[in-house]
């Protein structure tokens, strides 16, 4: 048997669109207060993308500054994996929407679901598939358009989430240093927690789901703390 590879990232891209949402902004939209929300959250601020922005359009600038980053081409890319809860539609892949814009013509591509711990999930996926020998080098990006699936009159979400994308380049190589590895977990009883009930196979849209606001992202907020922090 082949020894395991070693899986190193060896760049690393960002980027937020150029609208910023302040406490201050917030406290005009909904009940809420700057020393509330940094009190609870630590945050002051958060980007929104614009309204013609998709998910995959944050994802691909991303992507192009990790691959800047790494110092190689698209083309050298043969994985491609965008972890996301915010997909531009349903089909095809978002990942296939930024393979299409940054030119990764040699890569495989899928999207993978895991919300707020997806972009770890997606890591650690990569790095199995090198490990492996199904790819070299792969790129993987954590992109969410998290303000289109908010409820902007729940103070109790809103202010919590915002807009934007994080990538990485990961390849095979690198001695003595590297992912070493992952400890994954999941406890599904507890999805009612934090969800999106709306819009899937199981409440489809409807007239009456809409009037409902149950496409909008719902959450018990002391207990996501108690079983989370």
Not at 51 to 71: I, N, V, Y
Not at 117 to 134: E, H, M, P, R, V
Not at 162 to 170: E, F, H, I, N, P
């Amino acid at each position: 048997m082949e020894p395991t590879r070693t899986v190193s990232i060896i760049g690393t891209g960002s980027y937020v669109p150029e609208k910023v949402l302040t406490n201050q902004d917030l406290e005009k939209i909904v009940d809420t207060s700057d020393e509330w929300i940094f009190s609870r959250t630590g945050m002051r601020e958060r980007h929104i993308a614009a309204p013609d922005q998709a998910t995959s359009d944050l994802g691909t600038e991303a992507a192009k500054a990790a691959l800047a980053d790494a110092g190689i081409s698209a083309e050298e890319i043969d994985l491609l994996i965008v972890a996301t809860l915010s997909p531009d539609m349903l089909f095809p892949s978002t990942a296939c929407f930024v393979q299409e814009r940054i030119g990764a013509k040699n890569a495989f591509c899928y999207d993978l679901g895991a919300a707020c711990s997806g972009f770890l999930y997606a890591l650690d996926t990569a790095k199995n598939q090198i490990a492996a020998g199904a790819a070299k080098t792969a790129l993987v990006i954590g992109a969410e358009k998290m303000s289109t699936f908010l409820d902007w009159e729940d103070r109790g979400t809103c202010i919590l989430f915002g807009d934007g994308a994080g990538a990485a380049v990961l390849q095979a190589g690198g001695e003595g240093r590297g992912i070493m590895k992952a400890a994954m977990g999941c406890d599904g009883s507890l999805a009612d927690l934090l969800w999106t009930p709306g819009g899937g196979s199981r409440n489809p849209a409807t007239h009456e789901m809409i009037d409902q606001r149950q496409q909008y992202l719902k959450m018990q907020g002391r207990e996501v703390f108690k079983h989370a922090v």
